[in-house]
């Protein structure tokens, strides 16, 4: 258990609908990060916040949206679905000095 | 711009055996680190191994070690005793310094047979 808890794990949406995937970082981790993983881009960075704020943006779409929270959960928004937005999403977090990052779980997203 | 590479898309080993997965990274940083994980067949990302470039050992987490080599720019994952449930994927990565973002290579997937 990496102590990052992601929900929800699976998730089957249909094309045009919005959905909500939360992450509760380790405890004491203020930097959280967002990736995407496909079958055919692999790996993608998607957005990462320290402390409350955006410190740093991947190839993250304009449908997607993030942000995290005063008790440092994050949330990631995914509007007008699509597709090929289905993947496993994964949130991660590390502590400040940023030498361990831990993955949570994933959230499994289908899109119908 | 940090790059990551991992060459062997596929490695086979037998059970009980060692394995050295490779990692080839580009960065002009003069100080970082290499991470490598395993995403089995359940998809979770497991934390394995981590060395900072100025560490003076190798780092080693049971049966993990990196073979760290900074002249060659490499840090191959050696496993060693391989065992029926380290069969995944593994990758290697770079983590993030000030403003920039974590870097994967494209992974190695091990498969150990009995």
């Known amino acids: 258990d990496s102590g990052v808890t992601q929900t929800p794990k699976h998730l089957i949406t249909a094309t045009g609908q919005r959905v909500t995937l939360r992450c509760s970082p380790r405890s004491g981790d203020l930097s959280v990060y967002w990736y995407q993983q496909s079958l055919d881009q692999g790996l993608q960075f998607l957005i990462q916040y320290y402390n409350g704020e955006e410190r740093a943006k991947g190839n993250i779409l304009e449908r997607f949206s993030a942000q995290q929270f005063p008790d440092l959960h994050s949330e990631l928004n995914l509007s007008s679905l699509e597709l090929g937005d289905s993947a496993l999403y994964f949130c991660?977090?590390?502590?400040?000095?940023?030498?361990?990052?831990?993955f949570g779980e994933g959230s499994w997203l289908t899109v119908v | 711009a940090q790059k990551i590479t991992q060459t062997q898309p596929g490695m086979f080993v037998q059970e009980k055996e060692a394995v050295t997965l490779d990692c080839t990274y580009d960065?002009?940083?003069?100080?970082?680190?290499l991470f490598w994980y395993k995403q089995p067949s359940s998809g979770e990302m497991i934390f394995l191994i981590y060395?900072?470039?100025?560490?003076?050992q190798n780092a080693t987490e049971g049966r993990y070690s990196l073979n760290f080599q900074k002249a060659r720019k490499s840090a191959n994952l050696v496993i060693s005793a391989s065992q029926l449930g380290d069969s995944a994927m593994y990758f290697c990565?770079?983590?993030?310094?000030?403003?920039?973002?974590?870097?994967f290579g494209k992974g190695t997937m091990l498969l150990v047979s009995p």
């Open positions: 960065t002009s940083d003069q100080s970082y680190g």
């Open positions: 990565a770079m983590p993030p310094l000030l403003y920039s973002t974590l870097t």
């Open positions: 991660a977090s590390s502590a400040p000095e940023g030498n361990t990052i831990y």
């Open positions: 060395q900072g470039s100025y560490d003076e």
